[in-house]
């Protein structure tokens, strides 16, 4: 049973033009959730977080929105560049003081120049 | 480099054997994260020690064990390996309390032949 799902494996933007990935969560305890980026023959590297107690938060070209009655948050990364390509975790956790994170299976980002 | 070493980077084994992967976590990180990720898969937790303790417990096979030492270090067995068992494994460490996640090491890959 998928607590955190990512159902777009693949999405490809044309550069300069918005991304937008989504995810979905089925436990409504869940209080914290991050982004992650990954590039090939490396491991996540954290990018942005959202506490359930807000349903925004922006880091440059990055804004996390999160909406808690649809149990549904996105990730959008506007403009795009070609480096953005990477796939991207979504993961989500009860609190964020060192508890384990369940991740989604990942959507892999493509931007074309 | 995020900090967090993982040893070996790949793994070639065959059916049935044992092997260990290592990490050591970020200077002065207590919590280390075990994940595995699957082709195509999402990262799943496998097992997570604080401070030399167990402190929690995922989709950790029984023929996986793991430990964390006095100087942090943590070490993940695997054995009777199945051709099932090749994946990517990670490593990731945080500070409690540490609102950002976790970091994460580049990964072990085990090949099983």
């Known amino acids: 049973d998928q607590q955190v799902k990512q159902n777009s494996p693949s999405l490809s933007v044309q550069e300069g033009r918005i991304s937008i990935l989504n995810c979905d969560y089925t436990?409504?305890?869940?209080?914290?959730f991050l982004w992650y980026k990954k590039y090939p023959a490396e491991g996540p590297t954290f990018l942005i977080s959202?506490?359930?107690?807000?349903d925004k938060n922006e880091d440059g070209r990055f804004t996390v929105f999160l909406n808690k009655s649809a149990k549904h948050l996105s990730l959008h990364i506007v403009p795009s560049q070609p480096g953005d390509s990477a796939v991207y975790f979504c993961?989500?956790?009860?609190?964020?003081?060192?508890?384990?994170?369940?991740f989604g299976p990942g959507t892999r980002l493509s931007v074309l120049p | 480099d995020s900090g967090v070493t993982q040893t070996p980077k790949h793994l070639i084994t065959a059916t049935g054997q044992r092997v260990t992967l290592r990490c050591s976590p970020r200077?002065?990180?207590?919590?280390v994260y075990w994940y595995q990720q699957s082709l195509d898969q999402g990262l799943q937790f496998l097992i997570q020690?604080?401070?030399?303790?167990?402190?929690a417990k995922g989709n950790i096979l029984e023929r996986f064990s793991a430990q964390q030492f006095p100087d942090l270090h943590s070490e993940l067995n695997l054995s009777s390996l199945e051709l099932g068992d090749s994946a990517l494994y990670f490593c990731a460490s945080s500070v409690r309390g540490d609102n950002y996640g976790y970091t994460f090491g580049s990964g072990t890959r085990l090949t099983v032949v």
């Open positions: 993961a989500a956790s009860l609190g964020n003081y060192g508890q384990n994170f369940v």
């Open positions: 200077s002065g990180d207590l919590s």
């Open positions: 436990n409504s305890m869940f209080d914290y």
């Open positions: 959202i506490s359930s107690i807000k």
């Open positions: 020690y604080y401070n030399g303790e167990e402190r």
